[in-house]
C-alpha cells in the first residue's frame, strides 16, 4: 500500500502565495517523479507541475513563472509553491506519483493524494 498525504490549501486573496506539500510512503522502492494536478470547478482535471527523480521539471503554462515544485527525494515528498495567486486558480491540488513497488508487481505505478481545496477570493 501506498499513501499520499498532501497538506497546505486553504484560502488566500488574489497576489497571496500557498506552499502546497505531499509525501508518499509505504511500499516504496524509488519515486519516478512526482506532481501536481488540479481540477478547477466545472472543469477537467489538468496537469500544473511535475518533477522527475532527475530534477527535471515541466510545468503547465499558467503555472510557469508564478509556481516552483521542487522535491526531497530522500523523503518522497513534492512541495508546490505558489505565488500571485489568482482566482482562476481556485481548484482541488491532486499529489500524484509515478514509482516502483518495493514488494509486488513490477513496473511503475501511479498513485493520487485525496486533494487538497485552494481558493483564491478577495
Known amino acids: 500500500q501506498v499513501d499520499l498525504v498532501e497538506s497546505g490549501g486553504g484560502l488566500v486573496q488574489p497576489g497571496g502565495s500557498l506552499r502546497l506539500s505531499c509525501a508518499a510512503s509505504?511500499?516504496?522502492?524509488?519515486?519516478?517523479?512526482m506532481g501536481w494536478y488540479r481540477q478547477p470547478p466545472g472543469s477537467e482535471r489538468e496537469l500544473v507541475a511535475v518533477i522527475t527523480s532527475y530534477g527535471d521539471t515541466h510545468y503547465a503554462d499558467f503555472a510557469k513563472g508564478r509556481f516552483t515544485i521542487s522535491s526531497i527525494s530522500d523523503k518522497n515528498t513534492v512541495n508546490l509553491q505558489m505565488n500571485n495567486l489568482k482566482t482562476e486558480d481556485t481548484a482541488v491540488y491532486y499529489c500524484t506519483t509515478s514509482l516502483r513497488l518495493l514488494v509486488g508487481a513490477g513496473g511503475l505505478h501511479d498513485y493520487w493524494g485525496q486533494g487538497t481545496q485552494v481558493t483564491v477570493s478577495s
Open positions: 509505504g511500499n516504496i522502492e524509488s519515486v519516478n517523479a
